[in-house]
């Protein structure tokens, strides 16, 4: 059966054009992209992504070290909320103590409910100004993901593009060879003379 299944495969047929075979061969590469290149090309990017962001982790966390900082500023009151959701942080003043420096003041964002006199931590780089925590692994996760899937995204749309600017032409080439084809056949089927 599978040798008459090949065989049926090879013959040729009238009615099968080149614009057909096109088609069909132009199906099956686009099928190959989308099913397994674009897959593969975002789980690449990932990686590359990945391999990145916990480069860039590692060195903020070597760069940054952490403190505890009193909060001597007032937070603001009667913030003005949406549906009751109030802002998850604000920016209030900190007031911390470096070994060999003395106290040291800063403006930092901090939990909503955080109220003075509460301790906070604080991040500050080797200059000993205050920078955000450094990346954790959630975070290089997170870039893994979105980069992965905007690059597979990508890469799908891209291919659709191209498959619908290939049907475009093969359709018209096909419509050529069709109106080809018809003008040697329309003179045996209307006894009219071209």
């Known amino acids: 059966m599978r040798t008459r299944v090949r065989s049926r495969r090879r013959r040729h047929n009238p009615l099968r054009r080149r614009s057909d075979v096109v088609e069909t061969w132009t199906a099956l590469a686009i099928a190959v992209l989308l099913f397994v290149c674009a897959p593969l090309a975002g789980a690449a990017a990932g990686l590359w992504a990945h391999d990145q ?14 403190v505890h900082a009193q909060v001597i500023g007032n937070p603001p009151a009667g913030i003005p909320s949406v549906k009751d959701t109030g802002p998850r942080s604000l920016w209030v003043v900190v007031r911390w103590t470096m070994p060999g420096h003395g106290p040291r003041t800063a403006t930092v964002e901090v939990p909503a409910d955080t109220a003075r006199g509460d301790v906070v931590d604080v991040w500050l780089d080797a200059k000993g100004r205050s920078v955000a925590a450094p990346a954790g692994e959630v975070a290089v996760w997170q870039h893994t993901v979105t980069v992965g899937v905007w690059v597979a995204g990508g890469m799908v ?19 050529a060879e069709w109106e080809r084809d018809w003008a040697l056949t329309e003179p045996q089927w209307t006894r009219r003379r071209a």
């Open 53 to 66: 962001a916990r480069t860039i982790a590692a060195t903020q966390r070597a760069d940054r070290h952490r």
């Open 157 to 175: 749309g891209l291919v659709l593009l191209a498959s619908a600017v290939t049907r475009r032409i093969a359709l018209r080439h096909r419509l």
